[in-house]
């Protein structure tokens, strides 16, 4: 299960209505709003990302919206491969072995473009 916040941005007079367009929407959950901003916080839930994609998007295609994007998102299946990797003991055995040079370890981190 997946779980993402979502901002919404309308023009102030048009908030009140937006707002009860999404309550009555079926597809997320509202939690709160800010008139003077314009902006709109709700939830959606889905499956997998595809799932919270498709609700997003019926977002933005409601009448008076100018924009909205994710901003948080909680990934089951992302956390289920993150423990994968806590919990696992494989190191690659490159990475063990004593007569690996290594300038040959290819890195492609933070570290990239850097010349030692």
Same mark, same amino acid.
């Given at each position: 299960? $997946?779980? /993402? /916040?979502?901002?919404?941005?309308? *023009?102030?007079?048009?908030? @009140? ?7 009555? /929407? ?20 889905? @499956?997998?990302? =595809? @799932? ?23 990934? =089951?299946?992302?956390? *289920? @491969? ?16 004593? $007569?690996?040079?290594? *300038? ?7 570290? *990239? $473009?850097?010349?030692?």
């Amino acid at each position: 299960m $997946n779980v /993402s /916040s979502i901002v919404v941005q309308v *023009k102030s007079e048009f908030v @009140e209505g937006v707002v009860e367009v999404l309550k009555a /929407s079926g597809f997320c959950d509202y939690h709160l709003h800010d008139v003077s901003k314009g902006k709109i916080i709700v939830t959606v839930e889905g @499956e997998g990302v =595809e @799932e919270e994609i498709a609700k997003l998007v019926k977002i933005q295609e409601l009448p008076h919206v100018i924009a909205a994007d994710m901003m948080m998102t909680y990934q =089951e299946e992302l956390d *289920k @491969e993150r423990d994968k990797l806590e919990f696992s003991d494989e190191v690659p055995a490159m990475l063990n072995s004593k $007569n690996v040079n290594p *300038k040959d370890i290819v890195y492609g981190g933070d570290l *990239k $473009n850097k010349h030692f």
